[in-house]
């Protein structure tokens, strides 16, 4: 098989995890890596050990060697760069959000499916291989009809004032914080699940800190180490450091989450409940081996990841045999396994199990829709 050539640009928190779920699979060389300036690049490169390093993603996109392109840059370059990788003709893997704000999601898609080239997100916790069997299994009616999907995605980086990132400015992240950058992933999960649309939502913001003390210097999320006093300025903060969210799905059911990146001792708790009408289910990213099976007239179970006992249409989802966990890296490993083999085979498939920029649009189109029940105080519908 021939081995695809690969760029990644943006390499803080999460542009390694892309580099590794590439090296998972197998016949993928990652052979450049563009950064902000040279020597970041190089740095960079020398330290994840990729051979070519660019100061401008520009450059990158040049190399003819390249096909495929994975964007991990802040949220406001996610348009542009998104959009440069597919004028190059190059294959786009994305971070969410798809773009900062829903009229450049809908170009982005517009582009994408005008080009012919693959275009993926990186929702990686529907590629959950147990968040994929729940699938299968509310596919096949196994759970009843479902009514409703509850839970939280609860975070405690940004618990203190003196905890700071670029994801809090509007002019960086976009205007919803909380929801926009975690929240969307449950919203994801939850329409891959239901096999539905969030058509309507109720939304309640809330900033518990209008003002926080910034380091005068950059931070990477997740970066941990506080900086000294004298180090730090004060900066007022416009997004939400959690979110209550009722919606409306369009096949009738209804779902409610609670978005928090201020919960003491919750590190990256995402935990949903489906409730059917036969049966529930509930799966806690932190505990990603085990699916919750909860019963009214006999005993509940929890399957244990196994491949042998996950339906067979998406078993290839779990790598390890029974008895060997697997955690957060598999959905990314998952989405570039099925988008690799989309782009080996020339082209995005009909309806692929990864996110593709439709997903990352349809995200974009619920966060407005929640940012504006949020100021407005009122049910809002979701404009696509
Ligand atoms: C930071 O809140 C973050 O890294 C998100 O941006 C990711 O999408 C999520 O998976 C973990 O938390």
Redesign the pocket.
């Known amino acids: 098989m021939e081995t695809v050539k690969v760029g990644v640009i943006g390499t803080g928190?999460?542009g390694p995890a892309h580099v590794e779920a590439l090296r998972r699979i197998g016949h993928i060389e990652v052979v450049a890596l563009a950064e902000v300036d040279q020597a970041t690049a190089k740095a960079k490169a020398d330290a994840l050990g990729i051979p070519r390093a660019y100061g401008d993603y520009r450059e990158l996109l040049e190399d003819d060697e390249v096909i495929a392109v994975h964007n991990c840059t802040p949220n406001k370059l996610h348009y542009p760069v998104n959009r440069a990788i597919l004028e190059a003709g190059k294959h786009c893997i994305s971070e969410?959000p798809l773009a900062m704000n829903s009229d450049e999601s809908r170009r982005l898609v517009e582009l994408a499916e005008q080009s012919g080239l693959v275009h993926a997100m990186n929702f990686?916790?529907r590629l959950n291989p147990l968040v994929q069997h729940a699938r299968v299994m509310i596919e096949r009616g196994e759970i009843g009809e479902v009514r409703h999907a509850r839970g939280a995605y609860a975070?405690d980086?940004l618990l203190k004032p003196t905890d700071y990132n670029w994801?809090i400015n509007v002019a960086d992240a976009g205007p919803s914080r909380c929801f926009a950058?975690?929240g969307s992933?449950w919203c994801d999960t939850v329409q891959t699940l239901a096999g539905a649309h969030i058509d309507e939502v109720m939304a309640d913001f809330t900033i518990v800190h209008d003002e926080r003390l910034r380091p005068r210097g950059e931070v990477e999320?997740?970066a941990g180490k506080q900086p000294s006093a004298e180090d730090l300025e004060p900066c007022k903060v416009e997004t939400e450091d959690l979110a209550m969210v009722m919606m409306k799905l369009s096949n009738g059911a209804t779902a409610s989450l609670v978005a928090t990146?201020v919960s003491a001792g919750f590190k990256?708790a995402f935990t949903f409940t489906v409730d059917g009408s036969e049966a529930s289910i509930s799966w806690d990213q932190e505990r990603p081996n085990e699916l919750w099976i909860g019963h009214r007239d006999r005993a509940n179970e929890k399957l244990v990841k196994d491949p042998d006992l996950l339906h067979e249409e998406i078993a290839e989802l779990a790598h390890f045999p029974g008895g060997h966990p697997e955690g957060y890296p598999v959905g990314t490993k998952n989405m570039c396994l099925l988008a690799y083999r989309d782009i080996r085979a020339g082209g995005p498939a009909e309806k692929p199990l990864y996110a593709t920029f439709q997903d990352g649009h349809a995200e974009m189109c619920i966060v407005d829709a929640a940012v504006e029940s949020a100021r407005d105080r009122r049910w809002t519908k979701v404009e696509r």
């Open positions: 928190f999460i969410k990686n916790y975070q980086w994801r950058d975690i992933h999320s997740f990146q990256n």
